[in-house]
């Protein structure tokens, strides 16, 4: 394969993937009406940062490691506790909830670990990156590091423009929301996250049965 035709396959099979709902996709928008078009370039730098970890471990033979039924559970339960948390705490927050708050500035690095976290708490990132991932990184190893490296801007180029392209919909678009609508994202974004926590880990205990 060239690198162009690398590039190619890997934005179009991740585009797919980020198009899907997910706690990523639920934690951007959410964000996105406090803190703007920023919001999604900062969420997928910690999304960038953790994947080239993940990359790295698979061409060192960490991703064997990952992929045993013990790991996959634990990533689940941790992930389901974290995104159950998380939601809850939307939840809370809902009464007092304005858009006149969306101005207080916020750290950076607060995204960029949200990025992170929204992630490594998602079971089925896990598993795409050890099994989908695994190949298509293994396959690109073979021409080289450089192969490498197309293969992951590729990937990553897909998640940036998908998620900021929603942060400025969502950042542009408050202007023409009220606190009633805007809570009401909120409510859908926290049940929606809730509903997440619950479903990996139940079908993950399914697909993984002791």
């Keep these: 394969m060239t690198y162009f ?15 899907m709902p997910g706690p990523l996709l639920t934690a951007v928008i959410y964000e996105s ?12 730098l910690g999304h960038a940062l953790l994947e080239m970890l993940m990359i790295a471990g698979i061409i060192f033979g960490f991703s064997q490691f990952l992929s045993t039924p013990l790991a996959l559970r634990l990533t689940a339960i941790l992930g ?3 995104l159950f948390g998380f939601g809850l705490s939307m939840l809370v927050s809902l009464p007092h909830l ?16 949200l990025g992170i976290t929204m ?8 598993i795409w990156w050890v099994t989908i ?26 998640d940036l423009g998908w998620y900021s392209l929603v942060a400025l ?18 409510l859908v974004c926290a049940l929606a996250l809730i509903a997440f926590a ?13």
């Design 119 to 126: 992630s490594l708490t998602n079971p089925y990132w896990t």
């Design 80 to 82: 389901s506790i974290i």
């Design 169 to 186: 919909m969502i950042h542009k678009g408050k202007r023409f929301i009220s606190d009633k609508v805007y809570r009401g994202m909120v």
């Design 133 to 158: 991932g695994l190949g298509l990184v293994l396959a690109a190893q073979k021409q080289g590091w450089l192969a490498v490296i197309v293969f992951f801007l590729g990937h990553i180029s897909a």
């Design 98 to 113: 304005t858009l006149l708050q969306t101005g207080i500035p916020t750290k950076p690095s607060n995204l960029v670990w």
């Design 33 to 44: 009406t406090r803190h703007g078009s920023k919001t999604g370039p900062l969420f997928i």
């Design 5 to 19: 035709s690398i590039f190619a396959v890997s934005f179009t099979i991740a585009l797919s993937g980020a198009l």
């Design 198 to 210: 619950a479903w990996f880990i139940l079908s993950t205990f399914k697909i993984l049965p002791v």
